[in-house]
């Protein structure tokens, strides 16, 4: 696995490093810490040295300072945070990196370049006035990165334990991945998975309507059966991995629905696809994902189309 931790030294970045303890990673991994310095570093203008007043050469070598500086800043923090990570995973290759870039964009960059698998990002960083980067770049870094997205908040125990992990499964190719991806990861013994398929209310509203006329009452008990069925292919998909599987099928609106079973259930972590059905037959994820991620109070990986490593064991 090819790993990349978006850092900026805030609490809720150091959270994002305790979680790494609870989410069933590799032994062996190559790791990038990267700290993204909020600074602008101005290009070289190519003009002749006399060319260029006096005064404005003056002000681009001072901004150069600057960011020069901010960027050397970052990379002590993300070298702390490196040493930190290495002695919990004395098997991961890490490297701390810093840049100089948009807040966000330079994790979305770094993680294309290098072709991670995973990026992980707390929930919320240092403000922008403190020259750093996540806050509210967690939803951006969610949106964009190419690959799957983990947002790490405090783990419930700092002690080894098992794991409750909530996937959201809706028949769809995302949510296929996700799932897949649960299987494959490493869980302590005793840890428990619950598969989740929540039947939109719109779609709810849509089947009730008419309900008196015999064409209606086949759809909706057709719908019921696909509901059925596609509940019970997730939690199978599981219990082949050997997990302890336990499902549940709810109605309502699915950002809701996830959070609440996330406080109830008290997960560790909600897994879901990055995109899900879509129009009448609708069940579960799409734009869910970046809600459930901005509202749960656990961590939450959103997975990605990507090659699939054989499972850790």
């Known amino acids: 696995m090819k790993l990349l931790i978006g850092y900026d030294g805030s609490d809720c970045a150091n959270a994002a490093l305790d979680d790494l303890d609870r989410a069933g990673l590799p032994e062996v991994a190559e790791v990038v810490i ?23 050469t003056a002000r681009i070598n001072q901004a150069r300072a600057h960011t020069m500086k901010a960027v050397e800043e970052a990379r002590a923090t993300a070298e702390h945070a490196r040493s930190r990570v290495q002695s919990d995973h004395p098997g991961w290759r890490i490297q701390a990196e810093a840049c100089a870039d948009s807040p966000g964009w330079g994790i979305i960059k770094r993680a ?49 334990s098992p794991a409750r992990v909530i996937v959201g499964a809706d028949g769809s190719s995302d949510s296929e991945m996700a799932l897949r991806q649960v299987a494959r990861r490493r869980w302590p013994a005793g840890s428990a998975i619950r598969v989740l398929t929540t039947v939109d209310s719109l779609l709810a509203a849509s089947l009730a309507h008419g309900s008196t006329s015999s064409a ?25 991995a050997g997990l302890d599987v336990s499902s549940v099928i709810t109605h309502g609106k699915p950002t809701d629905i996830l959070v609440r079973e996330a406080k109830q259930w008290n997960a560790d972590c909600i897994f879901l696809g990055a995109k899900g059905l879509r129009g009448i037959r609708s069940f579960l994820l ?6 459930v991620a901005a509202r749960a109070p656990c961590s939450v990986e959103v997975v990605r189309s990507l090659a699939i490593p054989p499972r850790i064991v």
Do not use: M, Y
Request: proline share 6%; hydrophobic share 35%.
């Open 286 to 291: 799409g734009s869910v994902s970046a809600g």
């Open 216 to 240: 209606s009452q086949t759809e909706r008990g057709h719908s019921e059966t696909s509901i059925d069925q596609i509940n019970e292919a997730a939690s199978e998909i599981l219990r082949e």
């Open 112 to 160: 294309g370049q290098w072709q991670a698998d995973l990026v992980t990002v707390g929930a919320h960083g240092h403000s922008e006035t403190l020259g750093l980067f996540l806050g509210s770049i967690s939803q951006r870094v969610l949106h964009d990165s190419p690959c799957s997205v983990r947002v790490g908040r405090t783990p419930k125990s700092t002690k080894p």
């Open 34 to 56: 990267l700290c993204v310095a909020d600074v602008f570093l101005p290009p070289d203008s190519g003009a002749k040295e006399e060319a260029v007043p006096l005064w404005l």
